[in-house]
């Protein structure tokens, strides 16, 4: 009793500051997971390769800082300086990224459809294009570590108590939401949106009314590749370096909060990366940090137990206009 009375005040002393820290890395997983939710919504495949189109996005990024001069330890004066490095590194890791997905497409995935593969060679085929860009960016990296510049110092922007919100924290939350709202407002609001949901609803009919499904394919890999820029370039801000496995643990965590929300659901995509970062967080603020990894895998397969279409659960093809 002594043990869960101590582990329970710890949780509670700390709570407000471990929402923060929840919100702020669930907003991560969020936007990275909406590429594998965007796939499986349309051609229901698991696309593992994902994670390594996350990692080219965050190269994409930190090599163009580096080609104007900029490394960690870097100091840059001037607000307009700051965002003009921020948007050069955020247009190069959405092309990075962007065009990772789309390529990978084209090569790994487009002939499999055509030719009607069962899904186990999809699915082998996804682990083997992860493995193939996680190893050339290995090589050509040297496997080095890669550290990007420190564009915002953190600081609190409102504190209370224990509780403080960062400026950080704060630009990664906002980004999540906004790059949501956005991608919300794309596919059910306009007319290449609307042909991603037709397909997703059903490919033949689709097909039949004049929707080129190559194409919505293409742009379902690209949306999902530009998501996984934007959330490249907010995990440097966060974390400030890379390499070429980087991916992989984090790519884990985005199909768990995909998952988690209602995989093939766009906003449960928001909510399960948010979801997922608050419990990372609590299950630390109780067991300890040893268990950060855990204890979300463990909330995972408890919330499935109890509803197996994640919290949200409704499909691309089934989302209101």
Known sequence: MHYLSEHFSSLFRDFGQLTTTGLAQGAIYALFALGYTLVYGVLRLINFAHSEVF???????????????????????????????????????????????????????RRLRRKNAPPLVFLITAIGASTVLSELVGVLSNRSVRSSPIFVQPHDLIRIGNTSLTNVQLILIVTALVMMVLLDMFINRTRLGRGVRAVA???????????????????????????????????????????????FYLGIKAFTAAVLGGIGNLRGALLGGLVLGLVENYGAG???????????????????????TGLLGESLGRARA
Do not use: C
């Open 286 to 308: 109780f067991f300890g940090t040893q268990w950060h990894d855990a204890v979300a895998f463990v909330a995972l397969v408890l919330i499935l137990l109890l509803r197996p």
């Open 55 to 109: 990692m080219v996005g965050t190269f994409g990024a930190v090599l163009t800082w580096s080609a104007l001069g900029l490394d960690q330890n870097s100091h840059i004066n001037g607000v307009g300086s700051i965002v003009l490095y921020l948007l050069l590194g955020l247009l190069a890791a959405v092309i990075a990224s962007g065009g990772t997905a789309v390529l990978v497409e084209r090569t790994a995935y």
């Open 201 to 247: 609803q059903n490919p033949d009919s689709a097909a039949l009314m004049g929707v080129n499904k190559d194409r919505v394919f293409a742009l379902v890999f690209l949306l999902g590749g530009l998501m996984a820029g934007v959330a490249a370039v907010m995990y440097l801000m966060k974390i400030g370096t890379t390499r070429f496995d980087s991916g």
